[in-house]
């Protein structure tokens, strides 16, 4: 059996790590001979099974392929139709780890037990999703870790370094930010965040509207026009991207699929990377909200480690060579760092402190005794980048002469101002009769190392109390029985 | 400063005990109600300037500048990944207002 594995489920591709008895990790090929497995998943209409990686990606029909599904764990509502069958995100994610659990396992040994790895700006549903994603494809979930930290226990590792080190994590879908302190074995996480689809194939996305210009140009027709077609575009867009990674230019030629003719793409590097300049503007936003949030200048770090494949860019190592006044290492292979890292973090986890990835709190009306002014806020117990796991209480009183319920929203985030925070559930509390106003209630936000919340709200004049973990309810979110009955069901599903 | 608890229906002026929470799926029309009831947040209005949308003004200084952009970037990265649909949307536009106005006042990267 393996006992330490770890597994990055990215965006594009996902990866399973696994410890050896020498201590250092090691990827593990899929059955396809393949160390990297493409995050597609491609429904076949003949026979009952489920391609998944590299399979699926190329040969499939495009109304039956799901590409980027991590990119929707945090939509409550967000569900796949093939075939009449409603899938939700987690199933879709369990398929994917179904192929990288069935087979690694025939590699190193039956797979129980695993750390996978999320963006660190993954929300608390987009968490549950991918615990419950684990759970369909038959694996407990020991710790979710987030994707940087991950990339900085590999490094730490394979380097030998200590210091501060920022990782700059640039995937297929998301970019990371964390800072973190390296003694030894020992990690701090200072802070950590996260940009919702900033990664590579927004390039792609970007590449392929400047192809379909061009064509237009050249033809006076459209590239594409249905999704097949699109995807084959697509396709030679991240090729090209690749390329200008490597080359100052490259010359490609499309055409579609209604004979319009052939188009001829010249494109350098340069303009690749104006095209995408304003989205490397964002990721420098993001860096410097990192230093912001950690109180430290761009001098406090001591090491800057690229990850994810789009830190290949060159345009990505100057800027943060520029900003830093240092090269920027990589983090060996970019694209297998994070799945090895949570190998890694998989036995030496107590030896890793992390932190709170958002803010909690609730909406309370702040009174303010010097400008008399009363607002409705988001009051933040739980302030980000609090060590985990964690507890903290904050003192409020009832608003109204007797009051029958005690409601607490339950929020998340950091914002002051209470629209662009996200309500994650509510609590509600009856309390005795005729009581004034100005009653003292404690609400106790608690955090855990998988970055799961729970609140608890106690009244304190009748010591009456109530705690829930939050949930989640929506079409694209399972019940705990739904979650058992479609585990068994994808248990014995064909997966290849 | 007294912090007084405050429920997302007690603050819209609800008597009625709330109900336990049927479904966060709806936290769009939750933060809807939170707009209502909170104060006025700016909105993407396609007419206005990048620099309007940021709330920048011609005799800003730099440094006023690069504070609000900060500021601006962090709530709506936060936005992006929002459970209410329309901030989301809201917030992807409002990124490209932010960059497009650092970019004219303090240069390309």
């Known amino acids: ?496 | 400063m007294f912090k007084i608890l405050k429920s997302l229906s007690k603050s819209l002026g609800g008597s009625k005990p709330a109900p336990e929470p049927k479904s966060t799926a709806k936290e769009g029309s939750l933060l809807d109600k939170v707009n209502k009831g909170a104060p006025a947040a700016a909105k993407v209005e396609p007419s206005k300037t990048p620099e309007e949308l940021c709330g920048i003004t011609p005799k800003m200084p730099k440094d006023e500048i690069k504070a609000q952009l900060k500021m601006l970037f962090r709530r709506y990265n936060r936005s992006a990944s929002s459970l209410d649909a329309k901030l989301r949307g809201e917030a992807d536009q409002m990124l490209d207002a932010i960059v497009q106005v650092r970019e004219k006042h303090f240069g390309e990267i």
């Open chain 1, 1 to 496: 059996m393996a006992e330490y594995v770890g597994i990055d489920l990215g965006t594009t591709l996902s990866g399973l790590a696994y410890l050896k008895p020498d201590g250092n990790p090691e990827i593990v090929p899929n059955a396809d001979g393949e160390r990297l497995t493409h995050s597609v998943v491609f429904f076949d209409s003949h026979e009952d099974v489920k391609l998944v990686g590299s399979a699926a990606r190329d040969g499939g029909e495009p109304d039956r392929t799901i590409f980027q599904i991590k990119r929707f764990m945090d939509d409550p509502e967000h569900l796949v139709e093939i075939d009449g069958k409603k899938w939700t995100p987690a199933e879709i994610s369990a398929l994917i780890l179904s192929k990288l659990k069935r087979d690694c396992s025939k590699i190193c040994g039956d797979i129980t037990e695993v750390v996978i790895t999320v963006p660190a700006n993954f929300n608390e549903l987009a968490r549950k999703s991918t615990i419950a994603a684990a759970e369909m494809a038959g694996m407990k979930v020991k710790r979710l870790v987030n994707e940087p930290t991950a990339a900085a226990v590999y490094y730490a590792h394979s380097q030998g370094v200590k210091g501060r080190i920022l990782v700059f994590d640039l995937g297929g879908g998301t970019l990371d930010t964390t800072i973190l302190d390296v003694e030894g074995d020992n990690i701090k996480i200072l802070t950590s965040e996260g940009a919702r689809h900033l990664g590579g194939s927004n390039f792609d996305d970007i590449l392929l509207e400047a192809y379909a210009e061009q064509y237009k140009k050249q033809t006076g027709a459209a590239l594409y026009t249905d999704e097949r077609h699109r995807r084959r575009v697509l396709q030679a867009t991240e090729d090209a991207k690749k390329m200008l990674s490597k080359l100052q230019r490259v010359n490609d030629t499309v055409a579609n699929d209604q004979n319009s003719g052939i188009a001829r793409i010249d494109l350098s590097r340069d303009h690749f990377e104006k095209l995408i300049r304003h989205m490397l503007t964002r990721t420098i936003f993001l860096v410097e909200q990192a230093l912001d949030s950690a109180k430290l200048k761009t001098s406090d770090i001591d090491h800057v480690v690229l990850v994810g494949g789009s830190t290949r860019i060159p345009k990505v190592k100057s800027m943060l060579e520029k900003m830093f006044g240092k090269v920027p290492k990589s983090c060996g292979n970019v694209d297998e760092c994070v799945a090895l890292g949570a190998a890694l973090f998989a036995k030496k986890s107590s030896r890793i402190q992390e932190v709170c990835n958002a803010s909690y709190g609730t909406l309370a009306m702040v009174y303010n005794a010097k400008t008399k002014e009363e607002k409705l806020m988001n009051s933040i117990v739980i302030p980000k980048n609090t060590p985990i796991p964690c507890s903290r209480t904050q003192v409020y009183q009832t608003s109204e002469d007797n009051e029958r319920v005690i409601e607490v929203d339950i929020t998340q985030g950091e914002d002051e101002d209470a629209k662009f925070v996200d309500v994650i559930g509510r609590l509600t509390l009856d309390v005795p009769p005729n009581r004034p106003k100005g009653c003292e209630v404690a609400v106790t936000f608690s955090y855990d190392e998988n970055q799961r919340v729970r609140a608890l709200v106690v009244d304190k004049q009748s010591g009456r109390s109530k705690e829930v973990a939050v949930t989640y309810k929506g079409a694209g979110v399972l019940s705990e029985e739904e979650l058992k009955r479609r585990s068994q069901h994808l248990r014995a599903m064909r997966i290849e």
